[in-house]
């Protein structure tokens, strides 16, 4: 890691640079920044391209031990012998001199770091030589610094263009990061990073560094995370100790507060901490004083310090301080939406929590921020406190939320609530956690019908209830179940969106996605409009919407839903929505036929729900990455991811049951076992049928016809063209006709449907069986076509393998069987396994072998592999 890092987002100010030095008419550049920003390797950089282009140059480096010796800084410039004197002037001129006979007239390109530290002779010789035209000056200053009478003289003087270098933005500062760690960093993580950073390179170099050390920053199934807290590491806390020596005792106490307060008003700095404290913080650049409305806050100057403070402020020093900020807010109104939150926070840190009320408004504050540790910290106060059964539900919600779902059970093992609405909620909560976290169906279903019959919040049961059963695979259920809270005019926020969030998936499965987005855009109305008691909601609801789009092939929506939840996650710092948002980004990437760019969103989901997976959809998640490494040819990671899947299985959540068993098929083809995987992509559609997921049953039919075997999906394909709603279930059936009676021209109409969708690997296959059609009827010129299409979306596809885009010479004259034993022994697989794995004899596999050679025209085991440009496992 101690390599230079690569130079990100500086082309235009390198660009600016590299011109005005070499520019005839001007005399140099001062290029001026914040320390860190990166101003050293921009100004090497420049002159490392001027030198390459034949100017002479030489680097000055100031520093604060050369700075009390005259013309210590440029002394190397200077002849060894050549005595200085201590008339000032005279050494100038002659200085000057000597470094314009050595150069031969030719003016010297000077590079001067940090000029700001130059010593007054070194100055004047820098100035001189520019004045009299004798060197270009390429010369950095730190922005605020004092720096000498004739540096600033430079720009002042119009003797040198003062260019100021900002910090990186966003989008460079992440590219830096990715490139710096050499691999992806999740967004979390990556947000976080950037957001104490701020774009200075310095910062973002010593987090990572620091990271690393301490092994908080470390690869999860090949993502970066950050786990623990950002300033843990030993050479950031280093640096910002060094910046908060230079202040005094009590303009570092007026910075710890503003640290663990910030934004802190300025009048109540002011009552605790003398405001000469703060006026000298400020001066010293870490406090920052902005006008927001008709108040003054006080902010750290930069997110950095306040983190490293955070971090290592003695646990006594921070108690006291969290003390005072609380008897300061506590003792008058608390009028703004978070103060209730902040004081709360600070008791706690104190040890001072006492009143339940408090500490469960500011509990609910916290869980709208998605920060679920801090919520249970509170909520756990409250508990003590005597916050009775709410503070209990309000516990378990948090353990929820944390997958800690046999902790919240436990928690709740005392008498629920006797109101009728408190009661009803109690029991979602715990029937929820009864499902998801100990599979106990039966007990749930128990728990939340009773709890449904109440005269007041029975509604919260009830759609609870319907959320299991979407859940357990009852899809018809589901609707009905939610339909007694959605046909509620008046319906409670909390139980409309939980019932909505049920039914649009069901909705959208059973092919009725016109109700199903009516029912999504109902319940995002009332979340939206409650962010703050029902901060999950739209997530949630934007979620199922999602795969409802993307069951009815609405790529492109669904893919703007993705993205736009992923950043929304992102900018909240949650880890568990990310991880959710990823996959989704992931399942798109996916039918899109995007499969490297898949498979990395689907790590990074992996990555991040590994902690926090309340809902068991790392499953799902592994076993679409075991599907998408099977599409890129990697069949030992696929096997790896789908073992790793089957390991998390179980009762709860057997709604992706069908996508993990389809997931399974593609593996199988992935190894060359195809009738193996037709057999398992059929199952798939079965048990999607049986449970009314009839989007994915059509997706599976079409897969079996890819597989090759449309003759005998293609009859209920047409019979779900006419079931469900949208685009995709026409063209589906199409597709397997067209396949069944090898249509050219029907391919190729379903090549361009898929395309329309946004199904590139689809469009691809179609357009590959097209070809052959064409082919085969002596239509070449069409074939050619065809296949020209089919190569240029092979390479949008990012180098997916499927049987559909497998050579032409051996879908075209080799038998389903010839085939599939080929492509295993094509993965050096010996003829006794396959016989094993297809229920053959050795004989069989060996004459179908041979067959398969002669109509090849070759003679051997490399040459299949090689002709069918088997991958071999890594």
Known sequence: MDVPWPLVGRQVELEALVADVRDARGRGVVLAGAAGVGKTRVAREALARVQAAGSDVEWVAATRAAASIPFGAVSHLLPAAEGLGDDRLDTLRRAAALIAEQNRGRPLVLGVDDAHLLDDASAALVHLLALRGLAVLLVTVRTGAPAPDSVVALWKDGLARRLDLPALAPQATAELLGRALGGTVDGVTRQEMLRVSEGNPLYLRELVLGGRETGALHQVEGVWRWTGGLAGATRLAELVAARLDTIAEMARAAVELVAWGEPLPVGVLQRLIDSHAVQTAEQSGLLVLERSGRRILARLAHPLHGEVLRATLPVSRARAVAERLAAAFDAGPLRRRDDLLRVGTWQLEAGVAARPTLLLEAARQATARFDHELTERLARAAVDAGGGATAVRVLAEALEWQGRHAEAVAVMDG????????????????????????????????????????????????????????????????????????????????????????????????????????????????????????????????????????????????????????????????????????????????????????????????????????????????????????????????????????????????????????????????????????????????????????????????????????????????????????????????????????????????????????????????????????????????????????????????GARTPGLGPDALTSVLTPREREVAMLAANRTSSRQIAARLGLSVRTVDNYLSRTYTKLGISSRTELAALLEVQTPR
């Not at 996605?513 to 029912?519: I, K, Y």
């Not at 609801?541 to 736009?564: F, H, K, N, P």
């Not at 996916?590 to 760019?597: L, T």
């Not at 309340?614 to 990671?637: H, I, K, T």
């Open 415 to 798: 008498e629920p609530p006797v109101k009728d609405a408190e009661r009803a909620r109690w029991a979602s909560i715990r029937g929820g956690n009864l499902y998801w976290g100990l599979e106990q169906t039966a007990e749930a279903e128990e728990v939340l019908q009773q709890a449904a019959l109440a005269e007041e919040g029975g509604g919260d049961a009830v759609a609870m209830l319907a959320w299991i059963l979407l859940f357990d695979g009852r899809l018809r259920d589901a609707v009905g179940v939610a339909g007694r809270v959605l046909d509620q005019p008046e319906a409670p926020a909390q139980a409309l969106v939980w019932a909505a969030t049920a039914a649009v998936p069901a909705l959208g499965s059973l092919g009725r996605l016109g109700e199903a987005l009516a029912v999504a855009d109902r319940g995002l109305a009332v979340a939206r409009t409650h962010p703050q008691d029902l901060p999950w909601g739209e997530t949630q609801l934007s979620l199922v919407r999602c795969l409802v789009l993307l069951g009815a092939g609405r790529l492109v929506e669904a893919g703007a839903i993705a993205e736009a939840g992923y950043q929304a996650a992102v900018a909240d710092r949650s880890p568990e929505r990310t991880g959710g948002w990823a996959g989704f980004r992931g399942l798109v990437a996916k039918a899109e036929g995007r499969i490297a760019s898949a498979e990395a969103l689907l790590r990074e989901a992996v990555a991040l729900l590994d902690e926090q997976d309340p809902y068991r959809f790392m499953r799902w998640c592994l076993a679409e990455l075991a599907s998408v490494a099977a599409l890129a040819g990697d069949q030992e990671a696929a096997a790896g991811w789908l073992d790793r899947a089957d390991a998390r299985g179980g009762e709860a959540n057997r709604f992706f049951d069908p996508w993990v068993e389809l997931d399974r098929a593609w593996v199988a083809a992935g190894t060359g076992e195809l009738t193996k995987a037709v057999q398992l992509a059929t199952q798939a559609a079965e048990l999607a049928r049986a449970s009314g997921q009839f989007t994915f049953e059509a997706l599976a039919l079409h897969d079996v016809a890819r597989l090759g075997a449309p003759a005998g999906v293609r009859q209920r394909l047409e019979e779900l063209a006419g079931l469900l709603e949208g685009r995709l279930a026409p063209v589906l059936a199409t597709s397997a006709v067209a396949l069944a009676t090898r249509d050219g021209a029907a391919l190729d109409r379903a090549a361009a449907a898929f395309q329309d969708l946004g199904a590139l690997l689809l469009t691809a296959e179609a357009a590959a069986a097209a070809a052959r059609a064409h082919q085969a009827a002596g239509r070449d010129a069409r074939a050619n076509a065809s296949r020209e299409r089919t190569s240029a979306l092979a390479a949008v596809c990012q």
